[in-house]
């Protein structure tokens, strides 16, 4: 059964980068047809899809964060990262690491339990 575990730093300061990752265990990250995904949700508001890495290495992201967002990740470790610069108190989110698949459409397969990040000086 595959688990995603989400770690970093819960407070980060306004204007500096923020840097989560993923680790995924249970399944590898490069079968084929797994998008490994990060979701956000602000508090009070809904879910908000951020962006992903697809099991070739491909990478997706939501236009309204793609000037500041970049999706890596680490096969050797079985684990991916989000890095979200220039971060304002509007990034304030419970953020998530989840898994689509893909069989002609995508669905959720799984995510992790999230992990509070704080923008604040």
């Known amino acids: 059964q595959v688990q995603l575990q989400e770690s970093g730093p819960g407070l980060v300061k306004p204007s500096q980068t923020l840097s989560l990752t993923c680790t995924v265990s249970g399944g590898s990250i490069t079968t084929n047809y797994y998008y490994w995904s990060w979701i956000r949700q602000p508090p009070g508001k809904g879910l908000e899809w951020m962006g992903a890495i697809a099991y070739s290495g491909s990478t997706y992201y939501s236009p309204s964060i793609k000037s500041r967002t970049s999706i890596s990740r680490d096969t050797s470790k079985n684990q991916f990262t989000l890095q979200l610069s220039s971060v304002t108190p509007e990034d304030t989110a419970v953020y998530y690491c989840?898994?689509?698949?893909?069989?002609?459409?995508?669905?959720?397969?799984?995510w992790g339990q999230g992990t509070q990040v704080t923008v604040s000086s």
């Open positions: 989840a898994r689509f698949d893909y069989s002609g459409s995508y669905y959720l397969h799984s």
